[in-house]
């Protein structure tokens, strides 16, 4: 079992920078695969990125990459996301996911467990 939490979100002006984080509580975490979803009014959710369980490689959404950073701590249990240079089009709410195991997925479906999501608004 794990239980997710995200924070961190917020508006900020296109161009800026957001930090946002997700705080996991459960044995599983340390083995979990954990990935960060996005979720805009309309749209389905889509992938963002995804770092395995040892935190040694990183997956990206080809339009997030050179922009956001994904990084895991498993002494802390927690997952962050360092987003640069966001764009308006990067609005959406983001959700912190975990997958059991060690395999890397990157659709929602494959992801047991969710956080309840943090708002991220890029304004222009």
């Known amino acids: 079992q794990v239980q997710l939490v995200e924070s961190g979100g917020g508006l900020v002006r296109a161009g800026g920078s957001l930090r946002i984080s997700c705080a996991a509580s459960?044995?599983?975490?340390?083995?979990?695969?954990m990935g960060w979803f996005r979720q805009a009014p309309g749209k389905e959710r889509e992938f963002v990125a995804a770092i395995g369980w040892d935190g040694a490689n990183t997956y990206y959404l080809d339009s997030v990459k050179g922009r956001f950073t994904m990084s895991r701590d498993n002494a802390g249990n927690t997952v962050s996301l360092q987003m640069n240079s966001l764009k308006p089009e990067d609005t959406a709410v983001y959700y912190c996911g975990a997958r059991p195991g060690a395999i890397v997925r990157t659709t929602p479906k494959d992801y047991k467990y969710w956080g309840q999501g943090t708002q991220v608004t890029v304004s222009s």
């Open positions: 459960g044995r599983a975490f340390s083995n979990s695969v």
